[in-house]
């Protein structure tokens, strides 16, 4: 542990996403972060559901805690018209989860590339006509909708929105309110078009969450479990965070770390680490 959490100052915008600290039951994240003084959660849906999502909206309201997003809708690239319904229902779902948690904004991770098929201007498209379809229950409940590009690594299997430039195309065809994008450092770091996208985000008021995690080489076996500590890579977090401030933005900001290494630690004493290198590397 880099620092003493009482020595750590302004955290009123610190979110810590659940999968930080995965080996915390929600009471446990709940009264973590109470004790702490950090106000803010975002929530997985897996985890939600297996302790109940009213069960879990009530345990959030009765520390205080606001849940910033749920994660995660999408995987809308499907051909097959079964597996699109399914899909759809399964977002119908995500949408009420989210209504339910008191959250606005439920993040979407669009799908990769269906097995045997090559054409991913196609499947993007899919993605788009999945969230027309969803907007109007989305807006009826209350609940952004809000497009996650990932790094291209996961364009083949998790995610064809691979720049912030793309979720954008999509998110526009929509109004702000219904349709945002999600700005991450791990997965934007390495694109030299971010810092544009970000403004044109901003000025659109399409900023729906903004993610913070660090990105470490060599890279783990396992990539989707290597995001790093703040402050243990190479991404200029601070300075992603005032692009973002610049842009308008003025939501929570969200850690969101997959690593095993972290897990396998003292969930109070990762607490106040990320709480540390938040201070040091993100404000």
Known sequence: ?????????????????????KQWSLPELAAGCTEVGITSVALWRAPVQEYGVSEAAALMRDH??????????????????AQRAEALADNRAAIDEAATLGTGTLVLVSGGLPEGDLDIAAARERVAEAIGSLVPYAAEHGVRLAIE??????????????????AL??????????????????????????????????EGGRIACFQVADWVTPLPEGVLLGRGQLGDGCVDL???????????????VEVEIFNPGLWARDGAEVLAEVADRYR????
């Open 149 to 166: 590009p990932l790094h291209p690594m996961y364009a083949s299997d998790r995610c064809v929105i691979s720049t912030l430039g793309q």
């Open 169 to 202: 195309d999509i998110a526009e065809r929509f109004v702000p309110e219904h349709v945002g994008v999600v700005v991450d450092t791990y997965h934007l770091w390495w694109d030299d078009r971010a810092p544009a996208g970000i403004a044109r985000a901003g």
């Open 238 to 252: 601070r300075g992603f965070r005032v692009l973002a401030d610049k842009a308008g933005y003025q939501g929570q």
């Open 1 to 21: 542990m880099t620092g003493d959490l009482g020595a750590v100052t302004d955290l009123a915008r610190l979110s810590i996403n659940q999968e930080t600290i």
């Open 280 to 283: 040091r590397h993100v404000l």
């Open 64 to 81: 205080g805690i606001t849940v910033t997003s749920l994660c995660r809708g999408g995987f809308f690239t499907a051909s097959d018209p």
